[in-house]
Every structure is written in C-alpha cells, then in structure tokens.
C-alpha cells in the first residue's frame, strides 16, 4: 500500500487550483441513470469514489467514456441489466446508494445493499426511504439489502427528520419522474444539492428552491442528455486553506468557491489568517502565533464537518485552548488518537475534543483512518518537526485529487512512496 511522507516545516507559497467537487460528481453520476442519451459531465477529478461509482455504474448496464486528460466523463443508460448496487461496492463507498432514486424512478425498481454504519457512524439511509415510501414506493429490506419497487412514483410533501445531503439529493432525483408534485422540507442547503438541481432543470426537471430547507418538484415525463460543469470543490479548497494558514503561507487558490466557505474564513480569520477574495481566487496568508478558535460543526452554511478534523490539526499548534464539537456524525474523531502520537494535547469528551496548543508537533508513523482524517495527518505533518510517514492513504485518494503533487508544487516537502 503506498505511503505518504512529509519532511515537515516548509512554508507554502504560490498557486493552486481547486478541483472539481466528487460530493457533485457523484449526484450527476446517478442523475445520468434517468436519460438514455450520453450525459456529458466536465472538470471532474480522478478520484477512488468516481471509479467505484463507475464500476457500479457498469454493473447497472450503463455505457461509461471518459477523456482523463481533459476531466471529461459521459454516460448512457440505454436499459439496466439488474437494478442493483452489490454490497462489495457499497460498502467501499457509501454514496452508492444515490442509485435508489434514480433507478426506482426509471426503472421501477432497485435493490442496493444496505450501507450500515462506517468509521464516522452509524449513518441509517432511513429518511431516504421514508421518503420513496411517502412517494407510493414499495420497501422491503431482507438479507442486507433494500429492494424499492413503484409502478410509478407519486409526488409527495415528505419532511425529512435531520438534514441530510444524499437524502435530499436521492429525493430529488426520484421525484423528477414522479406524478405531480413533491414538496421536500427540511433539505439540505449544501452547494452540492444546487448544482445537482441546476444540472436536473438544465436536463428538463422542474425544480424551484434548492438552496433553501424547501424544495419543490415537479414531476416531467422525460429528461434530455445535456453538458453539465461540475463546481469545485469546497473542500479540497477548504483543506488547503487551512494548509496555507497552518505554515505560515501566502497561497492563491484559484477556483475556490468562496462564497460556500463563509464559516471557514471567519474562523481562519479569528485565528489570524488573512483571506482575500481575489480575481480568479482566494488568497490566504498565514501569521503565526495562530489564535485558538471554538468550532462546532453544523449542515450548511454552518461549518462543515468535512473540515472538522483539518482546523482541528491548525489548532493543535495554536496559541491556547480550542473546543471542537461534532454535531453532524457521533463518532467523527478518529483523527485524534494519530496526532496525538504526534504530541497533540488533545481531549475528548462526548461530541467535543478540548485542544491545547503545544508548541510544536512532532513526526511521527501515522495511520490514515478516513477520507478527512488522512487529509488533517497531512496538515500535522507539513508543520511538523521532522518526518511523517502516512500509511492507508487510499482513504485520501478517495476524495483528494494528487494532493501531494499539489503540495509539492507550493514548496511541500512531500511524496508518495510505492509499498
Ligand atoms: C454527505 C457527504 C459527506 C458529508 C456529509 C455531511 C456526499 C457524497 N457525502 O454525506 O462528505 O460529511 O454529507 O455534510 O455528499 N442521517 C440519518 N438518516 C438518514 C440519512 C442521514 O439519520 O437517512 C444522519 C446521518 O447519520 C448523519 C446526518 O444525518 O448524522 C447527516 O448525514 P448526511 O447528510 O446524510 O451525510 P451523507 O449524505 O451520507
């Protein structure tokens, strides 16, 4: 299994651009399964989570080109072989279960294993199919998986019990083709949920209000293959945000969605970064001795639980004491153990960890857990005195496009080694 290692200690300095959002790629992908005409999607990343919804995606029946060189992605779903998503891919990746909607809607039927918990929590899909019920569908969940069958779905006001994004998202994709109206409350506002909406309106949907709690579909008879921009994304943005901030940096991250990231430039700002909005991106500049910030994580615009365990590593060198409170997944603090190995002063107690800034973090052997907390060992590691070596990265290839290239280029000591 390859490895990353960071000799630490390097301030990053220069360009980088933001790449395309897998949490969006990943929506159009299962949006493709409702046309049968080739769906164009553009600026898409290679990532480990788009070549499994891939393969998924084959095993459906669907005709897959891609253009890697120019991030171009497009696919046809002429008729579905079997309408299921196996639990080998699933429980590989989650968002698998986006297939639900789309596949029930089209085909009138889907069986896809159930997801089960994963290292953040126990993560139900519940909501989803409470909502598929109130939309006339059919459940029956038996041997780990969850067959949904409808003759044809019909609309419904369904409010969902917490937010949820691939909840919203799996909705909206089954009530396009349903009959009359769907009324879906309490959505989430992620920008995500609005590039999948503003693809599906460009498809021929008619979706009004994503972006706000209510969204409201009406239901069409067929949608067209259309060319769809993937936005970036906010996260990988975000994590090099942080980056720049932690090393003391001045660093232009172009294609950056600045506006998606209000919550984390007030809190960079608060701990003493500098966050310019410039033409064609967004600047920040790092100042050390970092200020310590409380930081609770919220759906959006609140900040998002993505970022949590990359500020959690800004904090650990921080001037003073920082409360981290997990409110979106109960079991997000994996990352903590790790870099505490590093000489993190770091406590847990319930949904919040207690983090007292040492004076410098040490390298250290460290164990990728998940896909946010490989991200933040990266961060220790870059202000770390000496080297870091992160093991069980393809948690991090599963969302972070050549990041240690990206590193690299603004003057990272860092690289992949083959195992
Ligand atoms: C998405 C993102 C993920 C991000 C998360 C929260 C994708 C592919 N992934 O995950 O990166 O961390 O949003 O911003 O977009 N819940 C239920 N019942 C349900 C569904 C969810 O109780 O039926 C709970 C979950 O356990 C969790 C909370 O709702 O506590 C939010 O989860 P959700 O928004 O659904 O996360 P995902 O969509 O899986």
Redesign the pocket.
Known sequence: MDKIIIEGGNRLVGEVTASGAK?AV?PLMAASLLVDGWLTITNVPKLRDIETFKILLNHLGSDIETDPGNNILKIRTKDVASPEAPYELVKTM??SVLVLGPLVARFKRARVSLPGGCAI????????LKGLKAMGAEIVIEHGYVTVTAEKLKGAKIYMD??????TENLMLAAVHAEGTTILENC?L?P?VVCLADALNAMGARITGAGTDTIKIEGVEKLNAVEIRVIPDRIEAGTFMVAAAMTRGNVLIKDCPYKSLDALNMKLREAGAEVIEEEGGVRVIGDWPIRSVDVKTH?HPGF???MQAQIMAMMTIANGLSVITET???NRFMHVSELKRMGADITIDGKCAVVRGVKYLSGAPLMATDLRASASLILAGLVADGKTEVSRIYHLDRGYEKIEDKLRALGAKIDRVKA
């Open positions: 949490n990943l989650r968002a929590g126990a993560r139900p899909i519940d909501l989803h917490t937010i949820t994004v691939t909840g989430a992620e995500e759906p998002p639980t993505d979106v997944f109960e």
